[in-house]
């Protein structure tokens, strides 16, 4: 009898693991072959270093998420290339989308242990900017997939303009930045509300901290309540993910908008910052991750 209730704990055990489905997004900082200062030395047209990317690897390793959003991939080489690695190093994704955006250098990506049901590169995002129109700079990744319980969720990755401007009257890209989160929102109003999805989640790089106008385009339009920000912080419960080497500067900049239909479906109601040590040595953004349970 003893036996037969250790097998049925055990048995319960494992099926609630089951259930787990961990989902991530980590901006790589530049994976790609770009210009590159390292030392004191100016090297052109350089890949990401080595030891850059055997950090990367470690990171995604340690948290080992069955979904893992990127941002700042390069060609859809550079995507093949980090799971191919990952796979040699005993982490494989059988599933894989890369975006190739407007943006010619970075792109968005996403890794998945779970078949896609769905997968849509939206390209054609665009907006009015000053005296003319622009398309949104890395477009806007959506995946579906379904839980184990059969239920569907979708994810949207996004990577918003950064702070560099191009335009004196627009500083920060303060005002590009919130035009690009308007025309992702309504791109995913009409692929949610519009089409009876209600569990969904924003993931990515906003560029932006919690407050900011760009970050409130996610939360609502009108009166249509679209999601919040999911607080996360790592094991010190400090809740930065980017550290900006210039201006020694830390900021929240990276994270997860969730829908209410599926906030309930997080595991105690927030995500976790990866802080494992030397992890800036392979990226100048930390890892954020959530756990859904059903």
Known sequence: MSRCFIFVVFALLVTSALADLRIATYNLDNYLVMDRRLGDRWFPEYPKPESEKSVVRRIIREAAPDILALQEVGTVEFLEELRADL?????????FVHLDGPDPVRHLALLSKLPLLEAVRHTDLDFKYFDGR????????????????????????????????????????????????EACRNRIVERTFDLGVNRFLVAGDFNDHPASAALRRFYSRGDLEIGSLLPAADSRGEVWTYFYQKQAQYSLVDGFVASGGIVPSIKDGRGHIVDSPGALDGS??????????E
Do not use: C, I, W
């Not at 477009?139 to 997939?145: I, K, P, T």
């Open 284 to 293: 100048d953004h930390r890892m954020v991750y959530l756990d859904l349970v």
């Open 134 to 181: 622009e398309r949104v700079k890395r477009g806007m990744l959506e995946v579906s997939f379904k839980h184990e319980d059969g239920a569907l969720f979708k994810l949207f990755v996004v990577h918003l303009k950064s702070k560099y401007t191009e335009n004196e009257n627009d500083p920060d890209s303060q005002l590009r930045r919130t035009r690009e989160a």
């Open 87 to 95: 796979a040699e190093e005993g982490l494989d994704y059988e599933y």
